[in-house]
């Protein structure tokens, strides 16, 4: 959110709000005699400590866009909203130690090796030092670094700080998981360069055993097809990922780094050093990925700040090596992208202490104003969820009457078509079966009773929640059913509660059991027990099948609704 906080982001950045935020950060990081290092994502305030890891205080102007007091406009972020990534970004180029929290603080700098493992400052030069006292040139680079990332393109940015965050991250494992560690850099640069690389795949691309059969299977298809063909396959295959991840580090290698940069190390790569070593990289962190092959235990032992190994025949990066050659490609990274000053976007989501929460159903079922041919399914999902919550603690829980959205959904029936008209049909028909059927308005006609029981997930769904069925035939369910779980995590289908699930299950088991298929409703009920575990009822039914008894599911899974009650008004319903 450091980007949000200069006003970059804002629509309107007439007469914004400001609040002077204060924090504290602990870093092993020695100011010396500068009393405050100020950059544009905040100003480092010497505090003077005498002890390791130093308290330095953290001010920061933030900027929120005008807005006039109302609910759900934000006074402030608060610093929590930014002293992370300032940490992390002041740890990345200043290469030292940097957290809020006073316990990390501690246990990067005083962690205790186990007998026979080493420091990590032995493999990683200068972040692991009990003090660091930066220079001049470290801290007016640090300030031209700040700047530079504020003013990249939000999707840039968004980008370096992952790369950024994964980056420290690495620092913060090489104590306790050096393979991780190790792992997590790679990744640092592999994010940027598939997202910013701009590398268009070719079929030429691909190796040519993987070529050699698609080309033969189209050689009698068309000419204009193949190539769609070929256009789908290379949507998915992603070619030459490391050979894209090696060019990227290659074209932001800063033009000092075997130079000024390389001068600053005990013992610097060389270029041909470097362009071999980039050829195992990619492989090193792939290996670890996919089958979780470790770093050799002689590299792991003889790492040191050389930066680079020939380990196993090959020369590959020491941590050393690794740290600094990242850390040079993003910052190269950030100084080429493009920068703009005014970039207006919806940046509030990505402020980490806001979440995202569905509204439950029971604040807006009852709105009419909502209602429209497009959003019938979305009510009946609501009402079934309100329904289930009811019949889980019957006699206990209230429901109101939907006697506006059904007037509502009258009134522009004649506008849906029947993918939307069988939600409404259904949550009509639900109404009147739990909570009561207004006698001034008309009953379903015959021609919405056969719509409404023609098969569809929405009438399996209903069907479920009534105890009652249509007589369709177990393989015309089976196939609602499974139409259901594939479209139940899409924007546009219908997701309902797992109890009504499990009733949809047994529902398929009973027609197996009325049409005589016995072995077919107990794998039925086989599986419905492993589908919904919280429902232990479900083994108990299942080992005591008896194919004579009807399987009353709502009964079984809504076992409460089974105590007699004297009226709907009195159960909540």
């Not at 929120?64 to 930014?82: F, H, I, N, T, W």
Request: glycine share 4%; net charge negative.
């Amino acid at each position: 959110m450091l980007q949000a906080a200069t006003g970059k982001l804002f629509t309107n950045r007439e007469n914004p709000r400001r609040q002077d935020l204060k924090g504290v950060i602990y870093s092993n990081l020695d100011l010396g005699a500068i009393d405050r290092l100020s950059t544009r994502v905040g100003t480092l305030v010497n505090l003077e400590s005498s002890r390791t890891p130093a308290a330095l205080g953290y001010e920061m102007t933030e900027y929120m866009e005008a807005a006039d007091p109302a609910p759900g406009v934000l006074v402030s972020r608060a610093m929590a909203a930014y002293i992370d990534d300032f940490a992390d970004v002041a740890s990345f180029s200043l290469q030292v130690i940097f957290s809020p929290d006073v316990h990390i603080a501690e246990r990067l700098l005083y962690q205790r090796q186990r007998p026979g493992n080493r420091s990590p400052s032995e493999r990683l030069a200068r972040f692991y030092d009990k003090s660091v006292r930066a220079t001049e040139s470290e801290m007016q680079a640090f300030e031209q670094f700040a700047d530079q990332l504020i003013d990249l393109p939000r999707a840039n940015y968004l980008a370096v700080i992952q790369a950024i965050r994964t980056y420290v991250a690495a620092v913060h494992r090489m104590g306790d998981d050096l393979n991780l560690a190790y792992t997590l850099l790679v990744m640092c640069v592999e994010s940027l360069a598939q997202k910013f690389d701009g590398h268009e795949p070719k079929w030429v691309d691909l190796p040519d055993q993987k070529r050699a059969g698609v080309d033969e299977a189209l050689l009698s298809v068309s000419e204009e097809d193949s190539q769609k063909v070929r256009d789908a396959v290379l949507e998915v295959i992603h070619p030459r990922l490391g050979f894209r991840f090696v060019q990227f580090i290659l074209a932001h290698l800063p033009a000092d780094y075997f130079s000024v940069q390389a001068d600053a190390q005990k013992h610097p790569i060389g270029r041909r050093d470097l362009e071999a070593a980039l050829q195992n990289l990619y492989g090193v962190r792939s290996s670890y990925v996919h089958t979780l092959k470790p770093l050799t235990k002689e590299f792991i032992h003889f790492a040191s700040h050389r930066e680079t190994w020939e380990d196993d025949g090959k020369l590959t990066f020491t941590f050393q090596g690794l740290f600094r050659l990242v850390r040079a490609v993003i910052i190269e990274f950030v100084r080429k992208a493009p920068k703009i000053e005014h970039e207006p976007c919806n940046y509030e989501w990505d402020n980490p202490n806001l979440i995202r929460l569905r509204v439950a159903p029971q604040y807006w079922v009852y709105d009419p104003s909502g209602f429209e041919a497009q959003s019938s399914r979305r009510y009946l999902q609501g009402l079934v969820e309100l329904l289930d919550e009811c019949l889980v603690e019957y006699p206990n829980r209230k429901l109101h009457g939907l006697s506006h959205i059904i007037d509502k959904g009258l009134s522009i029936q004649p506008q849906m078509n029947e993918a939307q008209n069988v939600p409404f049909l259904a949550l009509w028909w639900l109404s009147n079966v739990y909570l009561g059927h207004d006698p001034a308005r008309r009953t379903h006609t015959s021609k919405e009773v056969e719509m409404l029981n023609k098969p569809s997930v929405d009438s399996l769904i209903t069907q479920a929640l009534l105890g009652s069925d249509s007589e369709w035939k177990p393989a015309i369910h089976q196939l609602q059913l499974d139409r259901y779980y594939k479209q139940r995590y899409k924007s546009s289908g219908i997701r309902v509660p797992a109890n009504v699930e499990a009733c949809m299950a047994l529902t398929l088991a009973e027609r197996h059991r009325k049409a005589g298929h016995i072995s077919s409703a107990h794998g039925a009920l086989t599986s419905a027990v492993e589908n919904f575990p919280h429902l232990i009822q479900l083994r108990t039914l299942a080992a005591d099948f008896d194919p004579s008894t009807p399987i009353a599911w709502l009964s079984i899974i809504y076992p409460g609704i089974t105590m007699q009650r004297a009226t709907l008004e009195c159960i909540g319903l």
